[in-house]
């Protein structure tokens, strides 16, 4: 019975980062049928990290395809002048940097005052404490398990103790605030991450990549999540 109660707590959130562009929409549907829980979108500005991704435009052009909850993980330089875009968009969850945000409560104020839950991304070499006087604006700490960039990279294994410091930070609070990793993440990886206090996992290569198809993926990371 537990086990089945922590698979319950187990939220996936695909990041189409690795997603055929050209069916965009279409793969949004097919994760939305596989069981996905949210939508993970990776936006990339060039400078924060050296790639190029979502801009507000293609996520408004998906957001009437499906009813999943669109989370945008923002690895942008200026995340305070991009929320109102974002909102505009469609997305209830934005998570910007703490490295990117010189005023962090004033940023995430700023996205809670657009109707949108806010979140704080935490690069690997940040340490946790940085979340702590802001916890009471979160709804979500996000702990990269890889440097931010790419999808495809291999989880940092390490960052497991953070995810606990995190976790443990947020037990000692008054607030409900969600661990989520992302970066790495696949069968053989999410179990250390949820033992460590994780409860949403970001995943897109282990989803894109199954040959088994989305569905069997996301069961895949479900299962692995509570067993391993
Ligand atoms: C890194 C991105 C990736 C992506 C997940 O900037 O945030 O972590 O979401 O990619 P995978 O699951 O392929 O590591
Ligand atoms: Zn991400």
Redesign the pocket.
Known sequence: MAAEALASDILIAP?V??ANFARLGEECVELERAGADRI?W?V?DGRF?P?LTFGPDIIASIRPLVSLPFEA?L?VQEPHELAPRYAEAGCELLIVHAEACPHLHRTLGAIRDLDMDAGVALNPGTPASAVAPVLDMCRLVLV??????????H?IRSMETKITEVQNLISHSDHEVEVEV?????PATIGGAAQAGAKVF????????DTDGYKAAIHKLRTAATTN
């Open positions: 990041s980062l690795p993970h990776d990339m990290v790639n993980h690895m990269m398990t890889v440097n931010p960039g790419w999808g495809g990279q989880y992302d970066g790495g993440v696949g970001v995943a897109g290569s282990a989803i894109f990549s």
